[in-house]
């Protein structure tokens, strides 16, 4: 397993930050702190993985625009939230459109159907992406210590630790979807 974790990593790294990516990076700090992977490479990958999906997200709504939003009901459906959004946040919107989980591509397409220059947006976004690499890569390096305890120890806890974690996520789930949907409304109201 180490030896596929250290051969297919960073190319799993930019494949999974390409599209959303925080759980990816997390795991590429963790297998760092373990020794499978590196740190800075990492943080590199999943910046490089994490801009090019920005672009590519901004330039096909640049191209594509409106065609793309009005063939799918998700996209029509997520208008009014982006839309929410882009009023209330602006240009800082490029900067913190990395940090919104779940409804990054979206409104990316949708800056790309906007008037913004792609030179701002370029340079908005690279500063982002670096800065969530490596806040997200560190966040996983620093959390490794209490995977490894877990880990180490989990012969012991099995029985109890499995169901924890399964309500737990459950749980997580329930609770994100309702503070989603939430926040639909709010920015949907509009």
């Not at 220059?117 to 982002?128: G, P, T, V």
């Not at 959390?143 to 737990?168: C, G, Q, R």
């Amino acid at each position: 397993m180490e030896e596929y974790i250290a051969r297919y990593g960073y190319i799993a790294i930019v494949i999974g930050t390409f599209f959303e990516g925080e759980t990816t990076v997390l795991l590429g700090g963790i297998f760092s702190k373990l020794h499978y992977m590196k740190l800075d490479y990492v943080m590199v990958w999943a910046f490089l993985g994490t801009f090019a999906g920005d672009c590519t997200f901004f330039l096909l709504g640049r191209v594509f625009g409106r065609n793309i939003i009005d063939r799918h009901d998700f996209l029509r459906s997520k208008l009014p939230l982006a839309n929410g959004i882009m009023r209330r946040y602006g240009y800082f919107i490029i900067f913190l459109v990395r940090f919104f989980v779940g409804v990054r591509g979206v409104i990316l397409l949708l800056l790309g159907c906007t008037d913004i220059k792609k030179r701002i947006f370029f340079l908005y976004s690279a500063s982002s992406s670096a800065l969530w690499s490596i806040v997200a890569s560190a966040i996983g390096y620093l959390f490794a210590n209490i995977v490894y305890i877990f880990v180490h120890d989990i012969k012991k806890y099995e029985m109890f630790l499995v169901p924890a974690v399964t309500v737990i996520v459950v749980m997580l789930i329930f609770v994100y979807r309702h503070i989603v949907k939430e926040k639909e409304k709010t920015y949907g109201n509009q």
